[in-house]
């Protein structure tokens, strides 16, 4: 036991300001790992449910943030950032902030946390609570903004999950987290209406899920085909099946759709995408002239 408590006044204390489902998965992952943590919560019995896990937890935002120099925040939103840290004092403090939140958000609160005397990282997490802590999960945290900062804490962030620095830009890794997201939610779009086309037909869902596992996953090479022609600026390289035959097979999937009493909600925007792109002369391309036309 002594020597457990001699370990852990060697490593880097951490102030953790949020102790809902990921905070507290966060908290933790440093306990575990032997950092002393203070931990406050809005909602005091969240932050108790640490404590017994050998936190100390604080009554007050300020009371927390004079507890170490590492403050990291895992709270709802950017509003609630503006609100906990009010008169708050930061100077020479290093703010990492964990809330989910756009690249215009991360860069005004590192210009926010500038003007207060601190130093500033954003983080955008790509995991859900189970995955933190466990290394064979593959959850890993996006960071920009203070190179420094994050050179210098970069062993104990890499505690709960891997790291990816990714710029000075404060808002960088809001922009990747989002950038991401979006693509997985347009996939599970697509999962969903496969799953509503044979919904109620003798096809199991059970059955069909493996099919669409392999056939997704074969379907990711294109990602790295879309960056190469984006770079290039040649959308017409490696093409498999240019934007006129697919735009032709179009019609298939809606009268499917259709005769399946599905709707097509979720495919009519990118349908209507590919169109206009074809309707510019460009049906020798691949699809990847659609990413010119969201540009605004």
């Known amino acids: 036991m002594g020597e457990k408590t001699v370990e852990s006044v060697r490593k880097a204390p951490v102030v953790l300001l949020g102790a809902g489902a990921m905070g507290a998965a966060l908290g933790r992952a440093w306990l575990v790992a032997g950092h002393p943590l203070t931990v ?5 019995a969240r932050a108790a449910e640490l404590a017994g ?8 935002v300020a009371e927390a943030v004079a507890g170490g120099r590492l403050v990291v925040v895992c709270l709802l939103d950017d509003e609630s950032v503006e609100q906990a840290l009010a008169g708050v004092e930061l100077a020479g403090k290093d703010v990492v902030n ?3 939140g756009t690249p215009g958000q991360a860069r005004a609160r590192a210009a926010w946390a500038e003007r207060r005397g601190a130093r500033y990282l954003d983080g955008g ?16 945290v996006f960071y920009s903004g203070s190179g420094e900062l994050f050179e210098e ?10 790291v990816r620095y990714v710029g000075a830009d404060a808002g960088a890794a809001a922009l990747h987290d989002v950038a991401l997201l979006s693509a997985m939610y ?15 037909e003798a096809i199991a869902p059970a059955e069909l899920a493996p099919l669409l596992t392999g056939w997704l996953t074969a379907m990711a090479g294109s990602v790295e085909r879309t960056a190469g022609q984006l770079e290039s600026g040649d959308y017409t390289t490696g093409v498999v099946s240019n934007l006129a035959m697919q735009v032709a097979g179009q019609e298939t999937l809606l009268r499917t759709a259709e005769e399946q009493r599905v709707s097509v909600e979720l495919l009519s925007p990118y349908f209507r995408l590919m169109k206009h792109r074809l309707a510019l002369g460009s049906g020798a391309e691949d699809l990847t002239g659609v990413v010119d036309l969201l540009r605004r």
Not at 40 to 44: I, V
Not at 153 to 162: D, F
Request: charged residues 10%.
């Open 40 to 44: 406050w919560n809005r909602t005091a």
């Open 53 to 60: 896990e050998g936190a100390a937890v604080a009554s007050s």
């Open 98 to 100: 964990l809330v989910t």
């Open 125 to 140: 997490i790509m995991a859900v609570p189970p995955m933190i802590g466990v290394p064979a999960a593959g959850a890993y």
């Open 153 to 162: 804490h970069r062993e104990v962030l890499a505690v709960p999950a891997g």
């Open 186 to 200: 347009g996939m599970l779009g697509g999962i969903a209406h496969a799953f509503a086309l044979v919904r109620g």
